[in-house]
């Protein structure tokens, strides 16, 4: 694909289908592996829900609180590991499921980046939905950016992304729009195919940044 020029989100979905070919399921694994790290905190909350409801104590309500602040305080390093890991493929590059965990190599500034960007959305919804879903898409690529810039402070990768998505915004909602249809189809699976489909929405949204990038690295 020419990153050169801006591509339609039609040949940006293609494109990702391409480089899926041949680690469909090793890109599903990492995804399963996500699964794993999140189930124990979502399984045990179940639980405590099920005694709420009958009017009990809950059993592991302590657990889940710990649980919950470790995976709060991991949401930015493993969002920063999966930037990398689909821009590796993007790339060509070799990568491996351990790819996603190199997000705790910079664990403070892919945190802090989470910490201010779910502050920053939060105060733009409080004025409206709307507002709140703009600034979203205006942020989105900032770990994109923080992973090909080690150096960046936080602040910086959100104005770099806001900057970046300028005029971009309603192409990257329609991209992430045209997966409804298959984000309701997996449902027959039971779930089990969002560990498929994730990574081609992954995958899409990573060449949508190389494309940006390039393109105007040119101008």
């Not at 403070?108 to 409206?128: D, E, G, Q, R, V």
């Not at 205006?138 to 960046?152: G, K, L, T």
């Not at 997966?179 to 489909?197: C, D, E, P, R």
Request: hydrophobic share 55%; with cysteine.
């Amino acid at each position: 694909m020419d990153y050169y020029e801006i591509q339609s989100n039609k040949e940006l979905r293609a494109c990702a289908r391409e480089q899926l070919n041949g680690v469909w399921g090793k890109m599903a694994f990492a995804f399963f592996v996500m699964f794993l790290i999140y189930l124990p905190y979502y399984l045990l909350s179940v639980i405590d829900g099920i005694y709420m409801f009958q009017l009990q104590e809950p059993v592991f309500s302590e657990i889940t609180k710990v649980l919950y602040i470790f995976l709060l305080i991991a949401n930015g390093p493993f969002s920063l590991g999966f930037a990398g890991y689909f821009l590796k493929r993007v790339r060509n590059e070799e990568f491996s499921t351990k790819n996603i965990f190199d997000g705790f190599k910079r664990f403070f500034p892919s945190f802090a980046l989470m910490i201010l960007t779910a502050i920053f959305i939060f105060l733009w919804s409080l004025l409206l939905i709307i507002p709140g879903i703009i600034k979203s898409l205006s942020y989105s690529m900032a770990f994109y950016i923080m992973y090909d810039n080690p150096e960046i402070e936080p602040l910086e990768a959100l104005e770099k992304s806001q900057i970046m998505m300028k005029g971009y915004k309603w192409k990257l909602f329609l991209l992430l729009l045209s997966f409804i249809g298959w984000a309701l189809l997996v449902l027959l699976t039971l779930g089990i195919g969002y560990f498929w489909l994730l990574p081609y929405i992954y995958l899409s949204i990573a060449n949508f940044y190389e494309n940006l990038k390039i393109s105007q690295e040119k101008i």
